[in-house]
Nanobody, 121 residues
């Protein structure tokens, strides 16, 4: 019913930048909060940044001042601009969205397939 498709990951040198995108599609009635999580090898998945439908944002302390989350409600798309990347940012990044689908009008959490971000010289 609903798909989240991510793009924009890759290999970047320390200090570099990447921009991740995540587009939701399907039988969407409304998209509520959207966010980005990441999971490094041997670690638990953690919240990186989140944004409400009204634009209120929340960031992990480790990325404040370096990452910026934004969204285009008309396109059901969320972005993560990542600047001044560090090796410790290396992880698989997952998009998450709480979406109300047309068939049930109930909110459910959906996840993208994940995109690898590697920060290395």
């Amino acid at each position: 019913q609903v798909q989240l498709v991510e793009s924009g990951g890759g290999l970047v040198q320390p200090g570099g930048s990447l921009r991740l995108s995540c587009a939701a599609s399907g039988s969407i009635f409304r998209t509520n909060a959207m966010g980005w999580y990441r999971q490094a090898p041997g670690k638990q998945r953690e919240l990186v940044a989140a944004i409400t439908s009204g634009g209120t944002t929340n960031y992990a302390d480790s990325v404040k001042g370096r990452f910026t989350i934004s969204r285009d409600n008309a396109k059901n798309t969320v972005y993560l601009q990542m600047n001044t990347l560090k090796p410790e940012d290396t992880a698989v990044y997952y998009c998450n969205a709480r979406i109300v689908v047309v068939s049930t009008l109930s909110p459910l959490d959906y996840w993208g397939q994940g995109t690898q971000v590697t920060v290395s010289s």
